[in-house]
């Protein structure tokens, strides 16, 4: 395990290397669960906002608990089961009971929301998620919205201080942590927006932004004339442009993908999906249900959009984490995995 601080083009930055010292290969755990497949926002550097849309999907309580059995009795290293991935869980009625279920089959329960929209907001924290993350990227609108297209900042400032009256009410031990995604253009926003998380008592993390999902990254590595305006503009906002970030990582580059040895994503129609960087469905109709753990292990090894990815180290933007934050959760995760 590294936490390293390099120069690069003048610059000192932190780069967190969950690779090294490694024991767990081809264990599987951390599986994302996108619960539905939709999202009440249109982030740009988010495929939700960059890409074509996936066709609309719920998944029902049913197959949810047949999943997270079969998780149960199928992958013993797996301890923490997240509901989203590149969706808005709190857009689905059932979520709390989802949580309960997770929690019951004895994982950890984690979730992410850009809290634009409360839903069920209560029931949740009455079922205790472990960790709540809100994902935002300004404290004011005129800077929120370049980030987090459709969203309000008010609405969410709103939300999180209803969020922070409920964690009380319930004494709930969940632990919520409001993760400010870094663009050039919204670094004056943090120390308000920190002020105010920390005075809900939320944790605070920054982390700088960086272009999702990989065909998009490979897209721009290999034909950047095709880009288009859109992309460019993304781009053109990010502190770390993808081709400096390929830079920054070279040394650490690795012939493995820790997304594919030790993660497992299912998509809303309980479907395998490639990895959590990962947004075009490489295998419809291969239901999580239905395949071994082996079966699936080979099904998301061979195929050609790992070769391409892993060929140009954007893997290893996925599974690092560069930045100036204190890297404490991530820390903590990635040092239970590691051992």
């Known amino acids: 395990m590294k936490n390293l601080l390099i120069e690069f083009m003048d610059r000192k930055i932190s780069v967190y290397d969950p690779y090294a010292g490694s024991s767990l290969e081809n264990e599987i755990t951390l599986c994302y669960i996108d619960v539905l497949s939709t999202c009440n926002l249109a982030c740009p550097s988010c495929p939700v906002g960059n890409m074509k849309k996936v066709p609309g999907t719920i998944m029902d309580s049913d197959k949810f608990e047949k999943i997270i059995i079969k998780l149960k009795n199928e992958y013993q290293h797996l301890d923490e089961i997240g509901l989203y991935n590149w969706t808005e869980p709190l857009l689905h009625p059932k979520l709390s009971e989802f949580i309960k279920v997770v929690k019951d089959a004895g994982f950890s329960c984690t979730m992410s929301t850009n809290l634009n929209y409360l839903g069920k907001l209560e029931d949740v924290v009455k079922s205790e998620p472990n960790i709540l993350r809100i994902s935002l990227s300004g404290f004011e609108q005129k800077t929120y919205e370049k980030g987090h297209k459709k969203g ?44 105010f998380a920390q005075m809900l008592g939320f944790e605070f993390e920054e982390y700088w932004a960086y272009l999702m999902p990989v065909e998009k990254n490979l897209e721009y590595i290999e034909t950047p004339e095709k880009i288009d305006p859109e992309t460019k503009e993304i781009i053109n906002s990010l502190e770390i442009e993808p081709t400096e970030h390929l830079k920054i990582l070279e040394p650490y580059k690795k012939d493995r993908c820790l997304l594919i040895e030790n ?33 699936i292990r080979d099904l998301r090894h061979k195929n050609d959009l790992c070769e391409k990815c892993m060929k140009h180290g954007i893997n ?24």
């Open 316 to 339: 290893m933007i996925y599974s690092t984490v560069i930045g100036d934050s204190d890297l404490k959760h991530h820390s903590e995760r990635i040092t239970k995995i590691l051992g």
């Open 152 to 195: 309000n900042i008010e609405t969410v400032k709103q939300n999180m201080k209803i969020l922070a009256d409920f964690i009380k009410k319930y004494n709930s031990k969940t632990k919520v942590v409001v993760l400010y995604l870094k663009y050039k253009h919204n670094i004056s926003d943090i120390p308000a927006m920190k002020e």
């Open 263 to 295: 993660q497992l994503v299912l998509n809303a129609a309980g479907e395998i999906e490639l990895c959590c960087a990962s947004y075009n469905p490489l295998y419809t109709n291969k239901n999580f249900l239905d395949l071994t753990p082996e079966e």
